[in-house]
Nanobody, 128 residues
Framework: QLQLVESGGGLVQPGGSLRLSCAVS????????IGWFRQAPGKEREGISC????????NYADSVKGRFTISRDNAKNTIHLQMNSLKPEDTAVYYC?????????????????????WGQGTQVTVSS
């Protein structure tokens, strides 16, 4: 069974940066499309960035494009999300998730129902 554990959240001032990590265990990450999602209080969980197992297919939500970067290290079974120029509206619980795929460039829609494996989340608060 795939297990995912996020880390790296915290409190940061507007304009600051954070790097989230997600350690994956139970199966080689090579076979999974990955994604980062977030859920703010009172809002639905939303997809912010997803990447195919090959790394060749990536998408970003418009709200984070140009500020956030998703990456993966298959050798270390780790996923990262570099977040720059953070804004108060980025405050949320951030989750990593994974979806087993059979084609390297296959990328499921970056929406929660398409990703069956989830971490427990890490809180990111952007405030002065």
């Amino acid at each position: 069974q795939l297990q995912l554990v996020e880390s790296g959240g915290g409190l940061v001032q507007p304009g600051g940066s954070l790097r989230l990590s997600c350690a994956v265990s139970g199966f080689p990450l090579d076979y999974y499309a990955i994604g980062w999602f977030r859920q703010a209080p009172g809002k639905e969980r939303e997809g912010i960035s997803c990447m195919s197992s090959s790394g060749g297919n990536i998408n970003y939500a418009d709200s984070v494009k140009g500020r956030f970067t998703i990456s993966r290290d298959n050798a270390k079974n780790t996923i990262h999300l570099q977040m720059n120029s953070l804004k108060p509206e980025d405050t949320a619980v951030y989750y990593c998730a994974a979806h087993r795929t059979w084609s390297g460039d296959s990328l499921p829609r970056c929406q929660p129902p398409h990703y069956p494996s989830w971490g427990q989340g890490t809180q990111v608060t952007v405030s002065s």
